[in-house]
């Protein structure tokens, strides 16, 4: 596979993963380009959370290659997690001690719209105060390559605002981000590219996202 590895954040060549029998991924092969915002949409257990697993690195593949472009990688999962006895300030700070670099706490904290619950234990936060918690975890370090499963999940309008000018920030400033995502408004929202997961194969669907430089 021939690319521009400083523009790459990561790519899939001929990737599959099984699980017992379950081939929840199959022949996958895709480039995730920094700068870009790359939406991944595609039914309950088509292969969306096991293909975002590969890109973070947290699941090896049976089969594949998967390549990096470098630098650290930001993740917001499906259930956005911390430390329920930290404060919501002091999770983003832990994050900041374990990974070095990124922005200032307060920064964050202003860019997710948490300054209203930011010094309160995170098992006292809502659902959706949890979500822009764990946002500011996965932006904090000023990663090179974002990874979102279902971000909106638990926010409310203004906060999916908010979210869609994060993701639109972050792919300004460089980073590679992948969204996967049912919120059919959102995807709308933040634009760029379209992929598919069907039955753990991954298709290319048209979009357009920002120059490659």
């Known amino acids: 596979m021939l690319m521009d590895e400083k523009q790459v954040a990561v790519a899939l060549e001929r990737v599959t993963k099984v699980f017992g029998r ?4 199959v022949g996958a092969s895709g480039v995730f380009w920094r700068g870009e915002v790359a939406v991944v949409e595609g039914a309950n257990g088509s292969g969306k959370s096991t293909l975002l697993g590969l890109l973070a ?3 090896r593949p049976t089969a594949g290659v998967v390549t990096r472009g470098g630098g650290s990688t930001g993740w917001l999962g499906h259930e ?10 002091e999770n ?5 001690r374990l990974w070095g670099g990124g922005m200032d706490v307060g920064e964050v904290v202003e860019r ?3 300054i ?3 010094d309160r234990p995170f098992r006292t936060l809502s659902r959706g105060q949890r979500q822009r918690v764990a946002l500011a975890c996965a932006i904090a370090g000023s ?7 279902e971000p909106t999940a638990g926010l409310d309008s203004r906060a999916c605002e908010r979210l869609v000018g994060v993701v639109r920030e972050e792919a300004a400033r460089g980073a590679g ?3 996967v995502t049912h919120d059919t408004g959102f995807a709308s929202e933040v634009g760029g590219v379209r992929w598919r997961v069907d039955r753990g194969r991954l298709e290319s669907v048209q979009g357009e996202g920002p120059a490659r430089g």
């Open 112 to 114: 997710v719209d948490a």
């Open 116 to 118: 209203g619950f930011a």
């Open 177 to 179: 981000v992948v969204v």
């Open 92 to 96: 983003i700070e832990l994050t900041l």
């Open 143 to 149: 990663p090179e390559l974002l990874l979102l499963d």
């Open 57 to 59: 690195g947290k699941i």
């Open 80 to 89: 956005g997690g911390g430390y329920g006895d930290l404060t919501g300030r």
């Open 22 to 25: 379950v081939r929840a991924l």
